[in-house]
């Protein structure tokens, strides 16, 4: 059975950081491309960072860039996000996910939750920024 439970998440205040992970069980990552995604009430999920097999060169949505860091450990099995000079609309459920398939590459849509509907999800873990 796969799962991809995330941890790290909590209440920080504005300007704080936290920092998420999501290590598999029941599924070798290092072939695959990592996202994660966030969703907040009333929004669609939308994926704010990806990361290719090997980790290089990762991919980040405008909103986060410059202060979110996604990293993977693939002798642990581990994904993780830095997040930095958090800011109340970062408040969200935050999600991991792989996608399957394109040689382990992050897909042309990365930031679309249908590229990953071949792949696995975690369960979230929330994150909460105050004012």
């Known amino acids: 059975q796969v799962q991809l439970p995330e941890s790290g998440g909590g209440l920080v205040q504005a300007g704080g950081s936290l920092r998420l992970a999501c290590t598999a069980s029941?599924?070798?990552?290092?072939?695959?491309?990592l996202a994660w995604f966030r969703q907040a009430p009333v929004t669609e999920r939308e994926g704010i960072s990806c990361?290719?097999?090997?980790?290089?060169?990762?991919y980040y949505a405008d909103s986060v860039k410059g202060r979110f860091t996604t990293s993977r450990d693939n002798t642990k099995n581990t994904l993780y996000l830095q997040m930095d000079d958090l800011k109340p609309e970062d408040t969200a459920m935050y999600y991991c996910?792989?996608?399957?398939?394109?040689?382990?590459?992050?897909?042309?849509?990365?930031?679309?939750?249908?590229?990953?509907?071949?792949?696995?999800w975690g369960q979230g873990t929330q994150v909460t920024v105050s004012s």
């Open positions: 990361t290719n097999w090997s980790g290089q060169f990762p």
């Open positions: 996910a792989t996608a399957s398939g394109n040689y382990g590459f992050c897909p042309g849509s990365w930031r679309s939750a249908d590229a990953y509907s071949g792949g696995y």
């Open positions: 029941g599924l070798l990552l290092d072939d695959s491309s």
